[in-house]
């Protein structure tokens, strides 16, 4: 078993920045992929950034390219992302997902096909 633990969100402008952050503990393997996800509001939920342990690859949705950043503290089995120059569109509740496995590139933007889910984290970005 893996438990995640997510912090940092909150309410921010358009224009600025925030950090969350997701602490992996339990059984946790050398290989292991950690990614973000977030749901908009009236959305279906989609990718943003990965990480994979293995070979220390990140990978990004489009739509964050430039702006969001996936950091890792590995000897804490912790991810970070650095939210820079937010968007009203950003706004989404966004989900620490983790997978005991080395995901294949083509499959660490599918969220089935991680194991286990943080609690969610608000982030709201004004206009």
């Known amino acids: 078993q893996v438990q995640l633990v997510e912090s940092g969100g909150g309410l921010v402008q358009a224009g600025g920045s925030l950090r969350l952050s997701c602490a992996a503990s339990?059984?946790?393997?050398?290989?292991?992929?950690m990614a973000w996800f977030r749901q908009p509001p009236g959305k279906e939920r989609e990718f943003v950034a990965t990480?994979?342990?293995?070979?220390?690859?990140?990978y990004y949705a489009d739509s964050v390219k430039g702006r969001f950043t996936i950091s890792r503290d590995i000897a804490k089995n912790t991810v970070y992302l650095q939210m820079n120059s937010l968007k009203p569109e950003d706004t989404a509740v966004y989900y620490c997902a983790f997978d005991n496995s080395r995901l294949i590139t083509s499959s660490v933007r599918v969220g089935e096909n991680y194991d286990y889910w943080g609690q969610g984290t608000q982030v709201t970005v004004s206009s």
């Open positions: 990480f994979r342990r293995s070979d220390l690859s990140t």
């Open positions: 339990g059984d946790v393997s050398r290989y292991y992929t």
